[in-house]
Structures are given as structure tokens and as C-alpha cells.
């Protein structure tokens, strides 16, 4: 059974860069017809899609977040990333890694990022 | 951008009650849409995809229905473990886009 387990500081600080890692286990990620995207929910709030990479290539963005975005991928850990810069307060959530393209499969738990100093 | 605006955004119910949750796309989207369960803590949950297929292992008391711009979630017999949120989610383009939220409550 596919699982996915988000990791990464849970703290950071406003204009700098929150970076989060996925580790999938339970199957491979190196599959060129898998999607792998982000979303977050705010506190209070409710979900925001980030971003989802089609292994093929192509990336899909949030038009309010493209410019700071980047999701890359490793394949010789199993893993894929969030890169989020000159973050804000309002960038504070609980993250959450999905599998799926416009339809999300699976889910990690979530972690939470407060952006603090 | 598709918009999702949810209905209502809290219910209180009862074990055993029948509860319908409603959503409703700013365009038509066909039958892409897809519902999901949160829990503090948990992975979310794929309940019902193409507005309703019911996901692998998800309990037959949970069903969707709708085409086109309106779509309901319902269950058929609260158990006590399906309270918790519930999203639906316009599956028919990027950007993905969600209803508000539907927060279902012990009465």
C-alpha cells in the first residue's frame, strides 16, 4: 500500500525559503505516469492546491504561487520536494504531499510550517 | 479559474442520520469531481471520484451524485467515525480548486 510522509523544519523565517521532503514508500516512484503535487490547508482554513509534477515533466503550478515554486524530484531516494521562497506569514499550513494528477489518491498526514521569526 | 462553493459549511447530525452535503462548480466540469474526508492528524481520504464512483475500501453508506455544475455527497447512516470534514474538489482542470469545507458534527 502506497504510503507517503511529509518531513521538513517546522519552523521558518518570513523571506526565507520553506523546503519539505516526501518520502514515498510502498511503491516507486519513478513512473512516468505518476503525478506528485503539494497542498496545504491554513490555519482555520481550508485546501489550497500548490503544485503537482507530472514525472514526464511538466509541472503544474498555483497562478498565486508559481513565482516562488519549484517541485523537483529524487528518484534514487524515493522522495520528491517543496521548494516555497520569500515566504510569509501568510504562507503558514499544515502541508500535504499527494499522488495523483487532477485526482488526488493519496495523501500524506500532513506537517505543519509556521513562518515566524 | 473553476469556483466550488460548498453547502452548508457546518452540519450537526446524529449517529444513524442521513446527511447530504451539497457542492455546486461556477461551470460545468461533466462528472469530474471528487469528494475527500479530513481528520485532524490522518492522511485524507479519496471518498467518491467522477462524482460518484466510491473509492477502493470506502464503506457503501457514502455515496455521491450530480453532473455538470451540481453535486451531493451523501451518507446514509452516520457512524460514528465519519465525523469529520469533507471537501469537494473540481477534478476536470488545473488549477485544482476545492469547496469551503463542510464541517459535520455530533449533535
Known amino acids: 500500500q502506497l504510503q507517503l510522509q511529509e518531513s521538513g523544519p517546522g519552523l521558518v523565517k518570513p523571506s526565507e525559503t520553506l523546503s519539505l521532503t516526501c518520502s514515498v514508500s510502498?511503491?516507486?516512484?519513478?513512473?512516468?505516469?505518476?503525478?506528485w503535487g503539494w497542498i496545504r490547508q491554513p490555519p482555520g482554513k481550508g485546501l489550497e492546491w500548490i503544485g503537482t509534477?507530472?514525472?514526464?515533466?511538466?509541472?503544474y503550478s498555483s497562478p498565486s504561487l508559481e513565482s516562488r515554486l519549484t517541485i523537483s524530484v529524487d528518484t534514487s531516494k524515493n522522495q520528491f520536494f517543496l521548494r516555497l521562497s520569500s515566504v510569509t506569514a501568510a504562507d503558514t499550513a499544515v502541508y500535504y504531499c499527494?499522488?495523483?494528477?487532477?485526482?488526488?489518491?493519496?495523501w500524506g498526514q500532513g506537517t505543519l510550517v509556521t513562518v515566524s521569526s | 479559474d473553476i469556483q466550488m462553493t460548498q453547502s452548508p459549511s457546518s452540519v450537526s447530525a446524529s449517529v444513524g442520520d442521513r446527511v447530504t452535503i451539497s457542492c455546486r462548480a461556477s461551470q460545468g466540469i461533466s462528472s469530474w469531481l471528487a469528494w475527500y474526508q479530513l481528520k485532524s492528524g490522518k492522511a485524507p481520504k479519496l471518498l467518491i471520484y467522477a462524482a460518484s464512483s466510491l473509492q477502493s475500501g470506502v464503506p457503501s453508506r457514502f455515496s455521491g451524485s450530480g453532473s455538470g455544475t451540481d453535486f451531493t455527497l451523501t451518507i446514509s447512516s452516520l457512524q460514528p467515525e465519519d465525523f469529520a470534514t469533507y471537501y469537494c474538489q473540481q477534478s476536470n482542470s488545473f488549477p485544482i480548486t476545492f469547496g469551503q469545507g463542510t464541517r459535520l458534527e455530533i449533535k
Open positions: 510502498g511503491g516507486s516512484i519513478n513512473r512516468s505516469s505518476f503525478y
Open positions: 499527494t499522488k495523483g494528477g487532477l485526482l488526488l489518491e493519496n
Open positions: 509534477m507530472y514525472f514526464g515533466g511538466s509541472t
